[in-house]
């Protein structure tokens, strides 16, 4: 399924289209903690977090994931979305906590 | 054999632009070919290090020798210097700031990440001189990691 896809599915807000149309969600990835996001996210995975700076958008683009899920409606400030723009980041936006966003992935990913 | 060379300047002064070495050579790398699985261990282990040269360095220079078999990483800087690597590499062993641990990294998690996406990585540091950090990624395998 794609970013996209899963966002119109489940209520989330498209902030960033990027990549999303074109990429499919594999697997996910809940966390906060930069590095440990950039040693542990697989390619194609959607990054659900509360963290919204601009190295979150490095993080997703040196990954590879297939978006990034902010979450608690956190927004992310404008250099941030300039970046995820040049780089093509797809960013989907929730008013859920973490944990109910990663249900949704789950269910849509047939792991739960 | 032909060897490709490029090097970054890295700015000590602006956490937010740390990224920009691994994210150029990425495009390069990828617009050369070079299969995704190498090209994403190196932006990771080259980010990392980027990371901690804006953090405890205050800048310094990323160059990078790419021949056909192997993509090799010198990070210079001439920061503080690290007193004990040893102690350095362990994982959640950290002296960031609290304004950079607010943004996600200092977690102790650097080191440990870039050992982990290189095949070969050595530190060379001297207390108030800088420290170089060396990495090798290889290309279609290469000899297996010592430690795997």
Known sequence: MTPIAFAEKNGLRVINVGCGQERSIEGAYCGDLLSMVMGRAKENDA???VMANVNTIAVAVLADVACVILCEGIHFDDMSLTRAEQQEVCVLESDEPAFAVALKLGKELGLC | MSVLKWTYEVDGTDFTRAGEASSNLKKKLRALGIPAEVIRKVSIALYEGEINMVIHADGGVITIEMS?????MILADHGKGIP???QAMQAGWSTAADEVRSLGFGA?????????????MR????????TTVYMTVYIN???KKADA
């Open chain 1, 47 to 49: 990054f659900v977090t």
């Open chain 2, 68 to 72: 056909p078999d192997r993509i090799d």
């Open chain 2, 84 to 86: 004990d690597i040893e």
């Open chain 2, 108 to 120: 102790g998690m650097g080191l440990p990440n870039m050992k982990k996406n290189s095949d070969e």
């Open chain 2, 123 to 130: 530190i060379e540091s001297t207390v108030g001189v800088g």
């Open chain 2, 141 to 143: 395998g290469g000899p």
